[in-house]
Structures are given as C-alpha cells and as structure tokens.
C-alpha cells in the first residue's frame, strides 16, 4: 500500500537491525534494549505477530509490531524517524495494523504508553483509543504505563490481559 509517498509492508530480516535500533533510541530509552535485532528477527517470523515497516523510498521511516490472539490484539512497539513525524507515517502503520486486526476477528486493541509521552498518548487519542488504566509497574517502576485500548466493533469489552 503507497499513500502520500509511504509504502507499508511486511518487514524482512534484513530489517531488523534498523527496527531494533529504532527501538532502543525512540522507544526502550532509559529500560535497556530488549527489542535487539535477534529479537525483531524471531519476530518477524512468529505466526501470532505482524512486524511491519513504513518506507519512504527505500528507506525505513517507521515500523509497527503487533501480537495477535483470539479476540484481542496487542500493538507492542510503534516508531516513526524523527524527520518524519507529524506526517501520518504513525497513522498509516496503525490503520495498517487496525485493518488485519478487523479481518481476523479481533475485538479490542490494547497499547501501553508512557505516561509522559504525552504526544504518544494524544496521537492514540486522535486515532480513537481510551485510556483505560494505568499501571506504576509496567516499565519496571521506572515510571508509570498507561494502558488505552480501542474497539474495533463498536463496543470496548475491557477485558485485558497477557497478549
């Protein structure tokens, strides 16, 4: 899919050293890297996961990795290039993403934020999800997680739990 010169698509493994550093610079900071390269290859290939890049060109500008099971989905690590930001590359990997969901007969979408990334929590907002909780021991009491969620059938069922 290319709109506005963004072309999503399944990431390969010879994407992954560039998610995991993404990751690590624009999401992990300050947690230690758990999304290494290793990892994000492992993930590409797990059947239950959808690990997918955002390109501009040929270059990597954005990435979205999400955890699918039977009703519920969890959208695990979302990441745009600075350069790029506030040009819908974000939106584009989460409708992406939003879109399979709907397809497999997923129900609710669950994100965690940290509760002072503010800008990441209006863009969830803008996109239609609702904060839902907020847990002090997510990022390994470093600081707070806020849980928002959306519904992709009309009606939030909160029900969270490990995805």
């Given at each position: 899919m290319i709109?506005?010169?963004?072309k999503i698509e399944f990431a390969e493994s010879a994407d992954a050293a560039e998610i995991?550093?993404?990751?690590?610079?624009e999401i992990e900071y300050?947690?230690?890297?758990?999304?290494?390269?290793?990892?994000v290859v492992k993930l590409i290939r797990d059947g239950s996961k959808n690990v997918i890049v955002a390109r501009n060109e040929s270059a990597l500008v954005g990435f979205g990795i999400m955890t699918y099971r039977d009703t519920q989905a969890?959208?695990?690590l979302l990441a745009v290039k600075p350069g790029f930001r506030r040009m819908k590359v974000g939106t584009q990997v989460v409708q992406w993403l939003e879109k399979v969901a709907l397809e497999?007969?997923?129900?609710?979408?669950?994100v965690q934020v940290r509760e002072r990334n503010v800008n990441a929590i209006?863009?969830?907002?803008?996109l239609g999800y609702l904060v839902v909780d907020r847990?002090?021991?997510?990022?390994r009491?470093?600081?707070?997680?806020?849980?928002?969620?959306?519904?992709?059938?009309?009606?939030l069922s909160y029900h969270y739990g490990p995805v």
């Open positions: 709109k506005n010169g963004i995991g550093i993404m990751s690590k610079n300050g947690l230690g890297w758990k999304y290494t390269p290793d990892r969890n959208l695990d497999a007969g997923i129900y609710n979408i669950f209006a863009f969830y907002k803008q847990d002090k021991t997510y990022y009491g470093v600081e707070a997680c806020i849980l928002m969620a959306k519904s992709l059938r009309g009606m």
